[in-house]
């Protein structure tokens, strides 16, 4: 086992209530007010926003770092994340119209057997 400076502490509480803890109670939060599938590929981008983070703890502290370190080229993949997500969002928020769309067509179709119900009554008078 690796030996962790008194120091780490910090970050390994930060890790623990932010990273995990915090980050699922948003997910239960979010599931509450827009489609799962959408809270769930909110979830996938979990790892950018912890190597950004990293990335900004790095840029803006003075050493010791305890064995973090700045983005590499396995990042890259960071890339297909966001691609990926920003096709789930086009298509969640594509399909959220769509449904109001056909439930504005249906009301509107109710309104319209309503009032020419409502016509060939008072025409049968």
């Known amino acids: 086992a690796e030996y962790m400076g008194s120091g780490a502490i910090f970050a390994l509480i930060y890790y623990i209530l932010f990273t995990s803890i915090f980050a699922y109670c948003l997910v239960t939060w979010g599931n509450q007010y827009v489609q799962p599938s959408l809270v769930s590929a909110y979830s996938v981008i979990q790892p950018v926003t912890a190597a950004l983070v990293t990335f900004l703890v790095i840029s803006f502290t003075n050493p010791p770092h305890y064995n973090l370190n700045g983005p590499n080229l396995g990042d890259l993949g960071a890339i297909g994340i966001v691609i990926g ?41």
């Open 85 to 125: 997500l920003s096709m789930v969002i086009y298509d969640s928020r594509r399909e959220v119209k769509k449904k109001e769309a056909d439930e504005m067509h249906q009301s509107m179709l109710a309104t319209e057997f309503v009032s020419d119900t409502k016509s060939e009554g008072k025409n049968k008078k």
